[in-house]
Every structure is written in structure tokens, then in C-alpha cells.
């Protein structure tokens, strides 16, 4: 079983909300890991969107909407990130990561529509 | 505003070694982990490994024992080498800076074809 699970893909609306989940394995508990997302749009390398361990422990990426939010469910073990006011510009790939043994894990990305 | 720029060959043969560079610019090469990153055609993301500046090595567990980090602060690059290539490591390999709170800054990425 991978390390990361993300969905495949996920579509919304023009203005909704879009809710993208990274579900940790069940032997790695997601309040013990910094979870980092990235937006990667075609031809171009990943961005940095935030990272989210706790409302306590997070970080915004530069220039990154405040409509981009983190949370986590921890009885779900998963990161979430949170897109809000859906735009035409967010439709990319979103990949979760985390440090996982010693090397960064990534998630196998969630593809987002916004249609 | 820290850059950085893959090259190499885009061509590697069945069994050969591929050879990448990162040169970076605008920034400091210092006190930083420097980091490959690839992704296959229409897939997503695999995190090759890492070197901190005049410090240690860290690589994927999948890839242990073919890949090797190497940074030179003099020419303020850094390289890759994968030995005993297949299908399997063709991708757009990209290369990146880890800052003090994530991987910050990434080269455009370059594409390797592996061929027999």
C-alpha cells in the first residue's frame, strides 16, 4: 500500500469549493507529519502551494490565495487542502508530500477540473 | 531570484549511465539540500534524492545502490548520476532547491529518453 493515496481526480465548479484529501497509510498517523501540497500545471515544474501540520504549524507558499487552505481529519488520517471561490487558473495537478523514513514521499497527485 | 537550469544528454542507452547537471544562479549554493526530483510521461512525481552542501547524501530507497548526488560549490552546480538506466527511469527529471521549509525553487525540468 503507498505511503500517500491521494484520488485520481476531482471536478467543481467555477466559485465552489474544491476539498483535495491525502490519506497517510495507516501506520504513519497524519498529526505526526508536516504535509506539503504542490500545484503543477502542464509543462511547467510543481509550486509550492502551503504546508499544514496543526493551525499552530503551517505555512503559506509566496503569493499563494488565502482561498488555498490546509486542514487534516484526523480520524480519517488525511490531509486536506482546501480551494475555495474555485477559479478557472486552479485547474492543475495537486500533489501531497510529505518526510516519510528519511526521504520525501510523494502522494500519486490528484488532477482538478474546474468545469 | 534564485535559478536553476538542468543539462545533459536527452538520450541515454539501455544499461548506460545518465548524467545530469543543475547550475544554479542568482543564489547561494551554500547550506542548502540540493535535490532530483523526476516524473514519467502522463505520470506524477518521484523524489530522487538529495545532497546538503559539503554535508551528506540521502536517496530514494528504490534507487539505492545506481544513484549518486555529487554538489561542486566552485562551478555552483550539482549532478546526477543514475547507473544501469531502463524504460522504467525515462522522465522529465527536474531539479530543485529544499530551503529551510520546503523545496522552494525548481529548474524547468529536462526530459531523458532511455533507448536501446
Known amino acids: 500500500q503507498a505511503v500517500l493515496t491521494q484520488p485520481a481526480s476531482l471536478s467543481a465548479s467555477p466559485g465552489a469549493s474544491a476539498s483535495l484529501t491525502c490519506t497517510l497509510r495507516?501506520?504513519?498517523?497524519?498529526?505526526?507529519?508536516?504535509i506539503y501540497w504542490y500545484q503543477q500545471k502542464p509543462g511547467s515544474p510543481p509550486r509550492f502551494v502551503l504546508r499544514?501540520?496543526?493551525?499552530?504549524?503551517?505555512?503559506?507558499g509566496s503569493g499563494v490565495p488565502r482561498r488555498f487552505s490546509g486542514s487534516r481529519d484526523v480520524s480519517a488520517n488525511t490531509g486536506i487542502l482546501l480551494i475555495s471561490g474555485l477559479q478557472s487558473e486552479d485547474e492543475a495537478d495537486y500533489y501531497c508530500?510529505?518526510?516519510?523514513?528519511?526521504?520525501?514521499?510523494f502522494g500519486g497527485g490528484t488532477k482538478l477540473t474546474v468545469l | 531570484q534564485v535559478q536553476l537550469q538542468e543539462s545533459g544528454p536527452g538520450l541515454v542507452r539501455t544499461s548506460e549511465t545518465l548524467s545530469l547537471i543543475c547550475t544554479v544562479s542568482?543564489?547561494?549554493?551554500?547550506?542548502?539540500?540540493w535535490t532530483w526530483i523526476r516524473q514519467p510521461a502522463g505520470k506524477g512525481l518521484e523524489w530522487i534524492g538529495r545532497?546538503?552542501?559539503?554535508?551528506?547524501?540521502t536517496y530514494n530507497p528504490s534507487l539505492m545502490g545506481r544513484v549518486t548526488i555529487s554538489v561542486d560549490t566552485s562551478r555552483k552546480q550539482f549532478s546526477l548520476k543514475l547507473s544501469a538506466v531502463t524504460a522504467a527511469d525515462a522522465a522529465v527529471y527536474f531539479c530543485?532547491?529544499?530551503?529551510?521549509?520546503?523545496?522552494?525553487?525548481w529548474g524547468r525540468g529536462t526530459l531523458v529518453t532511455v533507448s536501446s
Open positions: 495507516s501506520d504513519s498517523n497524519v498529526a505526526n507529519f508536516r
Open positions: 530543485a532547491r529544499e530551503g529551510s521549509t520546503h523545496i522552494d525553487y
Open positions: 499544514y501540520k496543526s493551525d499552530s504549524d503551517k505555512q503559506q
Open positions: 508530500m510529505i518526510w516519510h523514513n528519511n526521504a520525501w514521499v
Open positions: 545532497m546538503f552542501t559539503g554535508g551528506s547524501s
Open positions: 542568482g543564489g547561494s549554493i551554500n547550506s542548502y539540500y
